[in-house]
């Protein structure tokens, strides 16, 4: 017979935080009766769980749980625990005594998977012939963002605690607890070789907690930072401060991964009771590498690992970069492509808020990348001034410039999508042409490529060549003129003088 051991210590845990009860020794008149039907019925809700005096028969909760749809749990009987046996009884005792530090071999034979619907999910003779007499392990399988505790035994029939008599029908009311992780992303100064911000909030769950683990495995197109460093910290109505020794900290293979030691667990589940707001919280700093090829999209998710080896996953943050190109013209006569290099441009977040098509500038410009790629190791090739450059003098060529890696939308775990607005701003003409006053749009947006495009018009500066000349010869006219004039003015005065001395 093929054995595996079990792992008693959860075993015990999950017994207390089901309260299902212990296992008892035949001690009323009646004697087991093993062709007699057996069923289980287990009532699922929602909420922290209730601990239950041992020996004790379980009772549905009083505080207005919420029934869980959905959840499943895997039935399993134990093989070679027969109840009708003092024996039976003794091996069994020995499945769910953590202190007598019991670990024995045996084997179980899978009955059915039953899965909770308003609430309630039951099995019993009737419905299933393999489900009768005896012992069973029932395992709780992992919901989407809600914990899951260990595996837990029950006996049909087992001991009524008040009376000593055998019953062959149980009621039992877990609860598992909504610990659906959070992830935002602050993606304002982002661009190709700057970082991104991300803030990861996982609800503490209430209960003995053996593992909390936070985990972030980051995609190609992104570089984890580990400096600054990884910032983890406790929210909630408790005041708890965390040290160094109740965490740590590692970032090797492009995986951020938060694990609390015993210390931390422990501060963590005291600070947990009575405050379900409790939340660890992790902010650490990602550079971009490159826009990803498929998509221009920057997918992230994290995962939270949790007592009894379950795992909660974050939603998806996405962040998607855009590129821009910026094309110049003239419509002047006789300019060619090499005339118009070294514009150069600013681009903006902007708005039109009265709606007439007037945009205007939001904030700062913003820092973009004119390298489409980077490294790991490689300094931020990055700037607020894109310049224009490539054209040729037989207009084989435009003058242009492609910026890389504008957060064109951004969406956290809550699917809340934000689009920004983009504008460009031409901040000096190339020589002999007058520069562009306008606040222009980008709107013309390509999708196959992510990139905005467009073409930035010139016409050449005809008016100042018109003006007088006041550079460095005229000024010397005019101060020769000045002087004449001055000397003139001094000649003449003196000239009044002696007339009217000698009149």
Not at 182 to 189: A, I, P
Not at 311 to 339: E, F
Not at 414 to 426: P, Q, R, S, T, Y
Request: glycine letters at 8%; hydrophobic letters at 40%; aromatic letters at 6%.
């Amino acid at each position: 017979m093929k054995s595996i051991k079990l792992k008693v210590v959860a075993v015990i845990a999950l017994v207390a935080t089901f309260a299902v009860g212990g296992v008892h020794s035949a001690s009323a008149a009646d004697t087991i009766d093993p062709s007699k039907p057996v069923s289980l019925t287990i009532n699922k809700y929602e909420g922290d769980p209730t601990p239950t005096a041992p020996n004790a028969v379980p009772v549905a909760p009083t505080n207005g749980a919420k029934p869980l749809d959905g959840a499943q749990f895997k039935i399993e009987a134990v093989n070679g625990i027969d109840l009708s046996t003092q024996a039976g009884w003794s091996n069994a005792a020995l499945l769910t005594d953590a202190d007598k530090g019991n670990d024995p071999t045996v084997t179980y034979t899978d009955v059915t998977t039953l899965t909770t619907s308003a609430g309630t999910a039951t099995i019993s003779t009737s419905t299933n012939t393999a489900f009768k007499v005896g012992m069973y392990r029932v395992t709780e399988l992992q919901k989407a963002g809600y914990t899951i505790a260990p595996p837990f035994y029950v006996t049909l029939p087992y001991s009524d605690p008040a009376t000593g008599a055998w019953t062959y029908n149980l009621n039992v009311y877990p609860k598992n607890q909504n610990v659906t992780p959070t992830k935002t992303v602050n993606d304002s100064v982002a661009t190709v070789g700057k970082n991104l911000t991300y803030t990861i909030k996982a609800p503490v769950p209430a209960g003995t907690l053996d593992r909390f683990n936070v985990v972030d495995t980051l995609v190609s197109e992104l570089a984890l930072q580990s400096s600054p460093a990884a910032q983890v910290t406790v929210v909630g109505a408790s005041a708890l401060t965390l040290d160094p020794g109740d965490y740590s900290v590692t970032y090797d293979n492009n995986i951020l991964k938060v694990v609390f030691s015993t210390s931390g667990l422990q501060k963590l589940q005291n600070a947990r009771v009575g405050d379900p707001t409790l939340a660890v919280q992790v902010v650490f700093e990602a550079k971009v590498l490159s826009v990803p090829s498929a998509d221009a999209t920057v997918k992230n998710t994290a995962s939270i690992e949790l007592p009894n080896a379950g795992s909660v996953q974050t939603g998806q943050t996405a962040t998607v970069l855009a590129n821009v190109n910026i094309t110049k013209s003239s419509t002047s006569s006789g300019v060619t492509a090499d005339q118009l290099n070294g514009a150069t441009f600013e681009v903006y977040r902007c708005s039109d808020p009265d709606a007439d098509g007037k945009f205007t500038l939001d904030g700062s410009a913003l820092v973009i990348s004119n390298v489409a790629t980077t490294t790991a190791t490689d300094p931020q090739t990055t700037n607020a001034t894109l310049v224009t450059a490539g054209g040729t003098a037989d207009n084989a060529t435009k003058s242009s410039i492609t910026g890389y890696g504008l957060p064109y939308s951004s969406a956290g775990s809550d699917g809340a999508v934000v689009v920004n607005k983009f504008c460009v701003l031409e901040t000096k003409a190339p020589a002999g042409f007058v520069r562009n006053p306008e606040v222009l749009p980008l709107t013309n947006w390509d999708p196959a490529t992510h990139t905005y495009s467009i073409d930035v018009n010139n016409v050449k500066d005809s008016l100042l060549g018109q003006l007088p000349a006041t550079g460095a010869f005229g000024i010397v006219i005019i101060f020769l003129i000045g002087i004449a004039l001055l000397g003139r003015g001094f000649y003449t005065s003196r000239r009044d003088n002696e007339k009217a001395a000698t009149a």
